[in-house]
């Protein structure tokens, strides 16, 4: 069975600051893929990052970054200096086939700028 | 040129009825889903469609059925339409998931309102 947990179900900050989102994921497979997906108030979901579970690397994208942590089974994501049109629904998602062979989904982070 | 688009983007029914909700992607993946978000925003797996194989998510009743005419469209008919059958419905397709799944690309979504 896997599963993806966001323990945060809802941040607010106020514009600048830094904010960093949460994710646990549980898997048996020794390969995966990890998933972060932003869903603003449009409704539309908008791929940002997706990453192996062979790649620990972190990966930084403009103000978006993102620590992956085996050990933990972590892939937080960090925004810095957030602004506005951050604010949106965060979901990590995991995938490791079987079953139906879509993405798992965590229950997403509610993250709201404050200007 | 939108990647995957989804038709009608909102749709009001009856209980009882059946409806359809159709999907197309010009991408060139060759695998399909349909993904259910509930009233909490919960994200879930409910088909996935590859090379005319169809793996169904154990928890989706067989009131609904995909249909795919060819590579590039999985639509959705929905039979007897039950009032918790209202969440929003999203279309996705991705590379092929036996290999490395690239981002899944996702439609923008039919909110489906059952009265």
């Known amino acids: 069975a896997q599963k993806v947990t966001q323990a945060q179900t809802e941040i607010s900050v106020v514009e600048k600051e830094d904010v960093t989102l949460d994710c646990v994921y549980e898997?048996?497979?020794?390969?995966?893929?990890l998933f972060w997906y932003k869903q603003p108030p449009s409704g539309e979901l908008v791929f940002l990052i997706r990453?192996?579970?062979?790649?620990?690397q972190n990966e930084i994208s403009g103000r978006y970054s993102w620590n992956f942590q085996k050990s933990t089974s972590s892939f937080n994501f960090t925004i810095t200096a957030s602004q506005v049109v951050d604010s949106a629904v965060y979901f990590c998602?995991?995938?490791?086939?079987?079953?139906?062979?879509?993405?798992?989904f965590g229950k997403g982070t509610h993250l709201i700028i404050q200007p | 040129d939108t990647a995957v688009s989804q038709t009608p983007k909102y749709l009001v029914t009856q209980m009882g009825n059946d409806k359809s909700i159709k999907c197309e992607q010009n991408?060139?993946?060759?695998?399909m889903y349909w993904y259910k978000q509930d009233s909490k925003k919960f994200l879930k797996i409910m088909f996935s469609?590859?090379?005319?194989?169809?793996?169904i998510n154990e928890t989706v009743p067989n009131r609904f059925s995909p249909k795919s005419p060819d590579k590039a469209h999985l639509n959705l008919h929905i039979n007897s339409l039950e009032l918790g059958d209202s969440a929003v419905y999203f279309c996705?397709?991705?590379?092929?998931?036996?290999?490395?799944?690239?981002?899944?690309?996702f439609g923008q979504g039919t909110r489906l309102t059952v009265v």
């Open positions: 996705a397709s991705s590379q092929s998931p036996g290999a490395a799944p690239t981002e899944a690309f």
């Open positions: 898997t048996r497979d020794t390969t995966y893929y």
């Open positions: 990453r192996n579970s062979f790649d620990e």
């Open positions: 998602a995991l995938y490791s086939g079987g079953g139906a062979d879509g993405l798992t």
């Open positions: 991408l060139g993946h060759d695998t």
């Open positions: 469609y590859n090379n005319k194989e169809l793996i």
